[in-house]
């Protein structure tokens, strides 16, 4: 947004009329600054604003919207120190999961979009089934704007990863990124437009409108064409009500839960990095995180062992440089509250604690260790519900048909694992778990891949992000029927003749019937009653 200014230094006294985000640095406490929020009114000209330029963005062509892209990715690649400082200050994660969990699968979707997006983008001729003297069409036309409101665990891949799919299929985008990472937002913004403006392109082809839920709520209620909410399934319901009003279509990547089942033939070294990964990587603060860890009786003794050892030693710190600690702070201190309250449900109703379980407060405000639970038992909430913290929670299977079932037993169905030396039987299982990607000898790498679709089934949401699912969901597939021969016949239907619906019921015979005789037979009485009807 225009009007949307950043005070780097201390918060300075504002007017009261104005409302601001107090941006701070998670891990050192430190005030960043802060940011206006955006009422209502200017959320509503964002979005005319963003609809007059996508008139002219719609036009560019594929080189044009490559070339934006290619000068996003390229800004990123040749400024990486300053674009990570800028996400470590604000999210209280180490530089490594900066480089590694933002800038490079933001760099990878830009890749994959310049490589794939045009052949995925263009008209697509298709059968005219019956008519055969038409000729079938897809135009893939872009919706219009897009909103894109988002969360706070990946401040750069969040922002960018959402709004470049729907910029290349031809739409403006809104992004409302969240209020905890304000900061940053504001400054990757500066990295979009560098690229719209290299390409002369309108500013106000993409925009951020900055605030709380009620911001994001402006946002629907202003009537966008589409809505990519990537949040929590709380919040995600009320945005699914909020878009019955303009009948707006929703993608929605809401939370998980996602199960890992380590198989009795399962490498152990393996097995416990994979899970030590997908549990801990941006201090679990992925909605792909691997929070269920179910592993075969056989292993578990000693898959417990190993993992808590390495959980045990993991270093943890106030994130000053790269290189220097292996997790950082939680970004967000309302996530941390739920974090502590889920953990010590669980212990005060008998887990057992094998790493971490209390919050390091000699580290700072949003310091949670690596925490592995084990005992668990129905009545913990931490069970159920999504942490979106440090905490693995192990659980020991009989058997596999036991651990398939412990994995399906859950609202949230993302992302999911199985970790087995046996292909087939890791493809056996694959099949068996309700989610909407299965890892086979990995964790959360499902993402990665921009050839596979992104999304989740049952409380983790509906649409999908990546892939060709992903672009074209931000088109309309419009459909053109045009003709095939340089004739025109009039379609005449009026007025019904006596034979008209004989015809047309021997016709539907020759079209549909299965077998050759009966379809003979058809064309006869089509031919018959054609005959007749010239000679009435
Ligand atoms: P959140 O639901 O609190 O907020 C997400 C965004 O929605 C923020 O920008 C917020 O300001 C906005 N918002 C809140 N209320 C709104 C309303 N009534 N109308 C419109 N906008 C509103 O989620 P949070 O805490 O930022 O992120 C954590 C959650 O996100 C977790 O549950 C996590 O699983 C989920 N998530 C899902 C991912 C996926 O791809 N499936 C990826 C990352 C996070
Ligand atoms: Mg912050």
């Given at each position: 947004?225009?009007?949307?200014?950043?005070?780097?230094?201390?918060?300075?006294?504002?007017?009261?009329?104005?409302?601001?985000?107090?941006?701070?640095?998670?891990?050192?406490?430190?005030?960043?600054?802060?940011?206006?929020?955006?009422?209502?009114?200017?959320?509503?000209?964002?979005?005319?604003?963003?609809?007059?330029?996508?008139?002219?963005?719609?036009?560019?062509?594929?080189?044009?919207?490559?070339?934006?892209?290619?000068?996003?990715?390229?800004?990123?690649?040749?400024?990486?120190?300053?674009?990570?400082?800028?996400?470590?200050?604000?999210?209280?994660?180490?530089?490594?999961?900066?480089?590694?969990?933002?800038?490079?699968?933001?760099?990878?979707?830009?890749?994959?979009?310049?490589?794939?997006?045009?052949k995925h983008l263009k008209p697509e001729n298709v059968g005219s089934g019956i008519l055969m003297?038409k000729k079938g069409r897809i135009d893939y036309?872009?919706?219009?704007?897009?909103?894109?409101?988002?969360?706070?665990?990946?401040?750069?891949?969040?922002?960018?990863?959402?709004?470049?799919?729907?910029?290349?299929?031809?739409?403006?985008?809104?992004?409302?990124?969240?209020?905890?990472?304000?900061?940053?937002?504001?400054?990757?913004?500066?990295?979009?437009?560098?690229?719209?403006?290299?390409?002369?392109?309108?500013?106000?082809?993409?925009?951020?409108?900055?605030?709380?839920?009620?911001?994001?709520?402006?946002?629907?209620?202003?009537?966008?064409?589409?809505?990519?909410?990537?949040?929590?399934?709380?919040?995600?319901?009320?945005?699914?009500?909020?878009?019955?009003?303009?009948?707006?279509?929703?993608?929605?990547?809401?939370?998980?839960?996602?199960?890992?089942?380590?198989?009795?033939?399962?490498?152990?070294?393996?097995?416990?990095?994979?899970?030590?990964?997908?549990?801990?990587?941006?201090?679990?603060?992925?909605?792909?995180?691997?929070?269920?860890?179910?592993?075969?009786?056989?292993?578990?003794?000693?898959?417990?062992?190993?993992?808590?050892?390495?959980?045990?030693?993991?270093?943890?710190?106030?994130?000053?440089?790269?290189?220097?600690?292996?997790?950082?702070?939680?970004?967000?201190?309302?996530?941390?509250?739920?974090?502590?309250?889920?953990?010590?449900?669980?212990?005060?109703?008998?887990?057992?604690?094998?790493?971490?379980?209390?919050?390091?407060?000699?580290?700072?405000?949003?310091?949670?260790?690596?925490?592995?639970?084990?005992?668990?038992?129905?009545?913990?909430?931490?069970?159920?519900?999504?942490?979106?913290?440090?905490?693995?929670?192990?659980?020991?299977?009989?058997?596999?048909?036991?651990?398939?079932?412990?994995?399906?037993?859950?609202?949230?169905?993302?992302?999911?694992?199985?970790?087995?030396?046996?292909?087939?039987?890791?493809?056996?299982?694959?099949?068996?778990?309700?989610?909407?990607?299965?890892?086979?000898?990995?964790?959360?790498?499902?993402?990665?891949?921009?050839?596979?679709?992104?999304?989740?089934?049952?409380?983790?949401?509906?649409?999908?992000?990546?892939?060709?699912?992903?672009?074209r969901?931000?088109?309309?597939p419009k459909a053109i029927l045009a003709?095939r021969?340089?004739?025109?016949?009039?379609?005449?239907?009026?007025?019904?003749?006596?034979?008209?619906?004989?015809?047309?019921?021997?016709?539907?015979?020759?079209?549909?019937?299965?077998?050759?005789?009966?379809?003979?037979?058809?064309?006869?009485?089509?031919?018959?009653?054609?005959?007749?009807?010239?000679?009435?």
């Amino acid at each position: 947004m225009e009007n949307t200014v950043i005070s780097e230094a201390a918060p300075q006294n504002t007017q009261a009329s104005v409302e601001v985000i107090e941006c701070t640095n998670p891990a050192t406490g430190d005030s960043l600054g802060t940011v206006v929020v955006d009422t209502s009114a200017d959320v509503q000209q964002a979005v005319e604003r963003a609809r007059a330029a996508q008139k002219v963005w719609a036009k560019s062509s594929f080189k044009k919207r490559k070339a934006v892209l290619s000068h996003i990715s390229e800004y990123l690649l040749d400024h990486t120190d300053e674009i990570c400082s800028q996400i470590v200050a604000d999210a209280g994660k180490t530089f490594e999961n900066a480089l590694l969990g933002e800038i490079m699968p933001t760099c990878n979707k830009i890749a994959w979009l310049i490589k794939h997006s045009e052949k995925h983008l263009k008209p697509e001729n298709v059968g005219s089934g019956i008519l055969m003297h038409k000729k079938g069409r897809i135009d893939y036309v872009p919706l219009g704007v897009v909103a894109c409101i988002i969360p706070w665990n990946y401040p750069l891949q969040n922002i960018i990863s959402s709004l470049v799919a729907p910029l290349m299929a031809g739409n403006s985008v809104i992004l409302k990124p969240s209020e905890q990472v304000a900061f940053s937002s504001q400054q990757f913004l500066k990295v979009i437009h560098q690229a719209l403006a290299k390409e002369g392109i309108s500013l106000d082809t993409v925009q951020i409108v900055q605030g709380f839920g009620p911001t994001g709520a402006a946002l629907i209620d202003a009537r966008v064409d589409k809505i990519l909410f990537i949040g929590s399934v709380e919040n995600g319901r009320r945005i699914i009500e909020a878009s019955a009003k303009h009948i707006t279509p929703v993608v929605m990547e809401l939370g998980g839960k996602d199960p890992m089942i380590v198989c009795e033939d399962a490498h152990l070294e393996k097995a416990v990095h994979s899970a030590i990964g997908g549990c801990f990587i941006n201090l679990g603060q992925n909605c792909v995180a691997s929070e269920r860890i179910i592993v075969h009786k056989n292993q578990y003794e000693d898959f417990c062992r190993e993992v808590s050892s390495i959980a045990n030693s993991m270093r943890q710190q106030v994130p000053s440089g790269p290189g220097v600690t292996d997790v950082g702070s939680l970004t967000s201190p309302h996530q941390i509250a739920i974090v502590e309250q889920l953990v010590n449900d669980a212990i005060a109703k008998g887990a057992n604690v094998l790493a971490g379980g209390k919050r390091r407060t000699d580290l700072g405000q949003n310091f949670f260790p690596p925490t592995i639970l084990t005992d668990l038992t129905d009545d913990m909430d931490i069970v159920s519900t999504e942490v979106f913290g440090p905490v693995m929670l192990i659980f020991k299977a009989d058997s596999e048909a036991d651990a398939i079932r412990m994995a399906n037993d859950s609202n949230l169905g993302l992302q999911s694992s199985v970790i087995t030396h046996d292909r087939q039987r890791g493809e056996t299982i694959a099949k068996q778990i309700e989610s909407g990607a299965v890892c086979i000898n990995d964790f959360g790498l499902c993402y990665v891949n921009q050839d596979l679709p992104f999304g989740g089934t049952k409380y983790s949401g509906y649409g999908v992000m990546n892939g060709r699912e992903g672009l074209r969901a931000y088109t309309t597939p419009k459909a053109i029927l045009a003709d095939r021969f340089p004739l025109e016949i009039p379609p005449k239907l009026f007025p019904v003749k006596p034979l008209d619906y004989e015809k047309s019921k021997a016709s539907l015979q020759l079209l549909f019937k299965r077998s050759m005789k009966d379809k003979i037979k058809a064309l006869l009485k089509v031919i018959g009653i054609s005959i007749k009807a010239i000679f009435k």
